[in-house]
T-cell receptor, first 114, second 118 residues
Framework: QKEVEQNSGPLSVPEGAIASLNCTYS??????FFWYRQYSGKSPELIMFIYSNGDKEDGRFTAQLNKASQYVSLLIRDSQPSDSATYLC??????????????FGGGTRVLVKP | GAVVSQHPSRVICKSGTSVKIECRSLDFQATTMFWYRQFPKQSLMLMATSNEGSKATYEQGVEKDKFLINHASLTLSTLTVTSAHPEDSSFYIC??????????????FGEGSRLTVL
């Protein structure tokens, strides 16, 4: 089982609709959860992070965390063509021997169609 | 947010040569930097954790003698791919965490370096 799993997509969404991305993780000790956006040929850029159960909203983005079920999701409201990218879920786990470790999922490719 | 700069952004080299990639934190000090590799249409794979003033910690399966990491100062880490071969062609990305309290400790990425080995 992969440590962080995402559906690879592509997730096709009409412009203006809501894109819903999911991510599951295997380590119950995980503490922090991040969503990164990566355009083709570019490095990832941080969209949001969440530490506590529940929802966290930032503009058109909402991150949802459910530690009991070990999943974290990202909603993109009013999707725009410029949102077309690969979205990477990352999970930070504190490992005594290795310190903080950030593990990435495989990414979900999102296509927003005009 | 914090800025991490990586250089060069693209490099093409002949098989058997060595290539050095630099990663700098521009407006914060980073005692720890991370080096990732990303093959086409795949996710980021952590190669090693670079620690200022001490040896890097390599992930399983990453050859430390092939991927030399030096973290000589609080703002600079370098990755040298020694005796590069075509299978080393990849997108190499560094990252650093600003733990000063200004940016809540999230990871910031450099622009990435695309290595092509002929």
């Amino acid at each position: 089982q992969k440590e962080v799993e995402q559906n690879s997509g592509p997730l096709s969404v009409p412009e203006g609709a809501i894109a819903s991305l999911n991510c599951t993780y295997s380590d119950r000790g995980s503490q922090s959860f991040f969503w990164y956006r990566q355009y083709s040929g570019k490095s990832p850029e941080l969209i949001m992070f969440i530490y506590s159960n529940g929802d966290k909203e930032d503009g058109r983005f909402t991150a949802q965390l459910n530690k009991a079920s070990q999943y974290v999701s990202l909603l993109i409201r009013d999707s725009q063509p410029s949102d077309s990218a690969t979205y990477l879920c990352a999970v930070r786990t504190l490992i005594k021997a290795a310190g903080n470790k950030l593990t990435f999922g495989g990414g979900t490719r999102v296509l927003v169609k005009p | 947010g914090a800025v991490v700069s990586q250089h060069p952004s693209r490099v093409i080299c002949k098989s058997g040569t060595s290539v050095k990639i630099e990663c700098r934190s521009l407006d914060f000090q980073a005692t720890t930097m991370f080096w990732y590799r990303q093959f086409p249409k795949q996710s980021l794979m952590l190669m090693a954790t670079s620690n200022e003033g001490s040896k890097a910690t390599y992930e399983q399966g990453v050859e430390k003698d092939k991927f030399l990491i030096n973290h000589a100062s609080l703002t600079l880490s370098t990755l040298t791919v020694t005796s590069a071969h075509p299978e080393d062609s990849s997108f190499y990305i560094c990252s650093a965490r600003d733990t000063s309290g200004k940016n809540t400790g999230e990871l910031f990425f450099g622009e990435g370096s695309r290595l092509t080995v002929l």
